[in-house]
């Protein structure tokens, strides 16, 4: 290496070296990639890989060994060619996989496979003829009176790929739009470069980088989508969970009613009405998708304490503490914690239960308790509870930002703390 422009090949090359081999590290270990994207990035940056590689082999190989290895600079510049001209008919079919296009009758691979077998055969015959390119037995690589040639099938690949990508511009979003023009358009700038002069390795540079940055917005693209993804099936969790309520809970409800109308009529209306509001505001959560005023959830809770108490009476107590209501939580947060602590701490062995559950508001946001006076906080034979749990944590962290703390009650029982932050508390 003699000089700054060698030395600023290498360093480049190098660099997109470094590029391809995280880019294939990030491919076969990114968790919220699917199948078919891991698998196509697994095989773009092995042969961007291989392309560098290539690169970096042939600039070795002319700098510091010649005269004595023309056969391996001609090698490594044979497989710079051929492993760079593969990445563009890639790009046509991840274009057809983002538009959702059958790519077995696509006009567009087709083309791209065409102009790559006219790359190939060119590729082929310079190898025995000289006429695009040589390597002098001294290995020094000189372009030979008709070098443009060579490079007008990759030119007219990644022109037929610009063209398919405006001709369905409105199918794509706004990120992938960006990246994929990028990663046309600045390679396809270092080769109309490169075909007029000769010195900086620009094809590489070019494509390294726009690889790069294709790469990283297909990447944040699909872990929007991921997390897209993620809060839709929160939210279809929390459907499951409306439809799952206990069918004996309901039995034993409509007895309780069956008998007080007889012995209580008064009593009766008034649990009728509150196992109505209940199961109203369970079933008006299927539909929601987005968080709620806390007071609707705190009716909600209210409406199902009340027939429990009617219920177990004698056995179950309530106290409220919830001066601050102006925020927002997601549905079905507040009541399914109530239930699970009436379900597993009233028992005729146990003493009666007490629930306390309050709200404040602190610098931070607020802070929402249940504390019950139960047998705490224990794994039960079918982990219910805890998958209960689990899932209305996740709904919490995805919907406003919050957490769901558990841990033990001084005097015996369990604690549940619900933390939202600021930017979840307001309310419209």
């Known amino acids: 290496m003699t000089n700054w422009i060698d030395l600023t090949n290498f360093a480049a090359t190098f660099g997109g070296l470094v590029v391809a081999l995280l880019g294939l590290f990030l491919s076969l270990y990114i968790p919220f990639m699917d199948r078919w994207s891991r698998r196509y990035f697994t095989v773009f940056f092995l042969l961007l890989t291989a392309y560098v590689s290539s690169s970096l082999l042939e600039q070795v190989s002319c700098s510091t060994l010649r005269p004595s290895s023309a056969l391996l600079t001609q090698i490594a510049i044979f497989g710079e060619s051929l492993f760079s001209s593969l990445l563009m008919p890639l790009l046509s079919l991840y274009l057809l996989r983002c538009v959702h296009e059958p790519w077995r009758n696509s006009a567009l691979l087709r083309s791209s496979l065409v102009l790559l077998f006219v790359y190939l055969v060119l590729l082929l015959h310079t190898q025995f003829s000289g006429v695009f390119y040589t390597v002098t037995p ?79 917005n297909i990447l944040i693209d699909q872990f929007d989508r991921y997390m897209a993804q993620k809060e839709e099936l929160a939210k279809q969790r929390a459907s499951i969970m409306v439809l799952q309520m206990r069918p004996h809970f309901i ?70 503490d919830t001066p601050y209501t102006s925020f927002r939580i997601p549905p079905l947060t507040l009541q399914p914690i109530v239930e699970n602590a009436v379900k597993h701490g009233v028992s005729p062995d146990l003493s009666p239960l007490r629930l306390f559950i309050s709200t404040r508001h602190t610098g931070a946001g ?12 224990q794994p039960a034979d079918d982990n219910q509870p805890h998958i209960a749990l689990a899932n209305i944590r996740e709904r919490l962290s995805l919907m406003c930002g919050g957490s769901l703390l558990i841990g033990p009650r001084p005097d015996g029982g369990t604690v549940i703390t619900l933390l939202i932050p600021e930017k979840g508390t307001s309310v419209p």
């Open 251 to 320: 039995y034993n409800t409509m007895m309780s009613i069956y008998y007080l109308c007889q012995q209580d009529p008064p009593k009766a209306q008034q649990v009728t009405l509150d196992f109505t509001s209940y199961l109203r505001k369970n079933f008006t959560a299927l539909v929601r998708e987005d968080t709620i005023p806390f007071s609707e959830e705190l009716e909600h809770t209210r409406a199902y304490l009340a027939v429990e108490q009617v219920r177990f009476e004698g056995k179950l107590y309530v106290e409220w």
């Open 138 to 216: 001294e290995n020094v690589y000189a372009r030979g009176p008709w070098y443009p040639v060579l490079l007008i099938p990759p030119a007219l690949l990644m022109l037929l790929n610009l063209i398919a990508l405006f001709r369905r511009w409105a199918l794509f979003s706004p990120r992938q739009r960006l990246a994929f023009s990028v990663y046309l358009t600045l390679p396809l700038v270092c080769m109309l470069i490169q075909m007029r002069s000769y010195g900086l390795l620009m094809i590489v540079i070019g494509t390294c980088v726009a690889s790069l940055f294709l790469f990283v």
């Open 366 to 377: 607020v802070e929402l308790r249940v504390e019950d006076t139960g047998p705490g906080f």
